[in-house]
């Protein structure tokens, strides 16, 4: 019955994430990204490509750990869960996911401080009379 897997599926979307970087595996991804460069699937600069790949993934992972406590709870639960649909999970994704929704609500916020008219007058301009 479909509606049981519906229910399990939405209740493990819904669950808080803890609040640290997740583990993810990226070695199906960097597989995937290394293979896509080579001629063919015994090209030897396979095990090259897979290897940067594995190294950005970590260098990005460091960075996340910098940064995870300037992202909000709900845009972390949103991307982690986001970043682990479908499989194949990625560092390089997650953070995007978080820069992308950091810079949304910021851009958000600023648009409804100018429709109050909190917002500081633009510089620059003839000043008001």
Known sequence: MILPTA???GAQLMMPVADSVPQLNVE???EGIAQQGGVTFHDPSIAQEKK???Q???TTRDELVKQWSNFSPPDKTSCVNESRMGG???YTELLTCLEMARDVR???EQQGAANRGD???V???KPPR
């Open 7 to 9: 229910l399990a599926l």
């Open 28 to 30: 199906q991804v960097c």
């Open 52 to 54: 940067n790949c594995l």
């Open 56 to 58: 950005s993934e970590q």
């Open 88 to 90: 194949e999970s990625s």
């Open 106 to 108: 910021a851009m958000r």
């Open 119 to 121: 917002q500081p007058p």
């Open 123 to 125: 510089t620059g301009g």
